[in-house]
């Protein structure tokens, strides 16, 4: 019943954009931007605010097209939005006039599935993500973590081979975030899926992936991928507090430290120049 999951390949890709009243000039979003997302993977994205990850993911969503370089999945060119990629974004975008039931079922209707056949794949994807008796529901009647979790079940319905996901808990209160990190890698650990996770939240980031994938200040690209060898995440309930998991997040964090400084620089006109070359690297000490 299940799509395979994909592997996704960033190559070189780059993304400018023109500058708006300024003939022939551009701005460079991204740079060279080169990743293997494995198949079945779980892989997070960190990076300053600024360095392009949203730009990342409508590439990926195809949405927009790179200005150079590929992106492919499992070897095939992403050439515009498709079903085999499932995007959750912060805002959950559900219709409001449909129940939580309805909502899931609307990319199933778009595939063409027997009224039936939809209504029993909906609820079985509410119950996988955790809202069994809730189908019903509207919207307005749901907390803003349950209504993230219907937008991940409407994302799953359709079987993606991969699933991305914008800052999907960035709105969520505290205990909410925590209890929806943990039903993330129970359902990437029931669904096998290729999940691209972008954050701020740099615990986040390590309590999820695999991996977790550090981008540069603007024009994004890979920084540094670190490994994150956690076994037992969601059986160890103070996992959080663990020596290595405060050693990684603190990698992360500082790998981050030095691209935070730049956007910051990179945000205050007039002082750039003096202190970044074109890169955006530093060529005077600072701070
Ligand atoms: N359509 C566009 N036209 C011009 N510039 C754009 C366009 N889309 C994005 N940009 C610029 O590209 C850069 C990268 O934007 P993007 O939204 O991808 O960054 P981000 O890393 O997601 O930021 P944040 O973490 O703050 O959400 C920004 O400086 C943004 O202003």
């Known amino acids: 019943m299940s799509a395979v999951s994909a592997g996704i390949r960033f190559d070189a890709v780059t993304r400018t954009f023109p500058v708006r009243g300024r003939r022939g000039e551009v701005f460079t979003a991204l740079d060279g931007f080169t990743l293997d997302v494995r198949p079945g993977e779980l892989l997070s994205l ?12 409508d590439l990926l969503g195809g949405l927009s097209a790179p200005t150079s370089g590929s992106i492919t999945l499992d070897g095939r060119p992403v050439e515009g939005p498709g079903l085999d990629r499932g995007i959750v974004f ?6 409001p006039w449909r129940t939580a039931q309805g909502n899931v079922e609307l990319g199933l209707e778009a ?16 119950a996988l993500v955790g809202l069994d008796g809730f189908e019903g529901r509207y919207p ?15 994302a799953l319905a359709l079987d993606p081979e991969v699933l991305l996901m914008d800052e999907p808990f960035a709105a969520l209160d505290a205990q909410t975030r925590e209890s929806l990190q943990r039903e993330l890698l129970r359902i ?6 290729t999940i691209v996770f972008i954050t701020h939240g740099i615990e986040e ?4 992936g695999q991996r977790v994938a550090v981008m540069t200040s603007r024009p994004g690209r890979i920084k540094h991928v670190v490994d994150v060898p956690l076994a037992n995440r969601t059986a160890d309930a ?10 990684l997040r603190h990698e992360v964090w500082a790998l981050l430290q030095d691209e935070v400084r730049k956007a910051e620089l990179l945000e205050r006109p007039g002082r750039v120049s003096d202190l970044l070359d074109e890169k955006g690297e530093e060529v005077v000490g600072i701070g």
């Open 140 to 154: 307005h009647e749901l907390s803003g973590g349950m209504k993230q979790r219907v937008a991940i079940a409407r």
């Open 188 to 193: 990437w650990q029931a669904t096998g899926k």
């Open 90 to 95: 912060q805002q959950y975008a559900l219709l």
């Open 111 to 126: 595939k063409g599935l027997p009224r039936r056949q939809r209504a029993a794949a909906a609820r079985d994807f509410l």
């Open 205 to 208: 980031a390590v309590y999820l």
């Open 46 to 57: 960190v990076g300053p605010s600024g360095c392009g990850k949203s730009t990342l993911l």
């Open 238 to 247: 103070d996992i959080r507090t663990s020596p290595e998991f405060t050693a």
